[in-house]
Structures are given as C-alpha cells and as structure tokens.
C-alpha cells in the first residue's frame, strides 16, 4: 500500500469503527508467531500464511462473516 502498510491500515479501521466491527484478515507470506502476533495486536481479527489453501481461506471468511459483529 502507498500510504500505509496493514498494520497501520487496521489500526486506523479500528480508530475510525463506530458500531459494527469490521473483520479484518491478514493474508501475509510471513509466517512467524511474531508477524501473527503484531497483526492481531494491531487489531487484525485472524491470520492466514501465503500460500493458502483455498479450503484455509473458505473457512476464515466463513468464521468471520458468519459472526455477528459488536
């Protein structure tokens, strides 16, 4: 992103979310606990490594649009 990387991009989301949560999913090539850690921190809702198998993503949107939001 130009501007801002996900981490920013989702703690602005959050700052600016009035009602209904925005579920947010990081899609990274960068596997380590640490990378998931300061995703979720950042306010980031789930965590998916690059490559993906198409059944992992299926079933993150699936857990995140199913939920209802706060």
């Given amino acids: 992103m130009p501007e801002m990387d996900g981490l920013e991009a989702s703690r602005e989301?959050?700052?600016?979310?009035?009602?209904?949560?925005?579920?947010i999913i990081a899609f990274t090539?960068?596997?380590?606990?640490?990378?998931r850690s300061r995703c979720l921190a950042?306010?980031?809702d789930d965590f998916l490594a690059?490559?993906?198998?198409?059944e992992s993503l299926g079933?993150?949107?699936e857990r995140w649009m199913s939920e209802p939001s706060v």
């Fill in 59 to 61: 079933a993150a949107l």
């Fill in 13 to 23: 989301i959050r700052r600016l979310e009035r009602g209904r949560r925005t579920p």
């Fill in 50 to 54: 690059k490559p993906a198998a198409l």
């Fill in 29 to 35: 090539a960068s596997v380590r606990e640490e990378d």
């Fill in 42 to 44: 950042a306010g980031m």
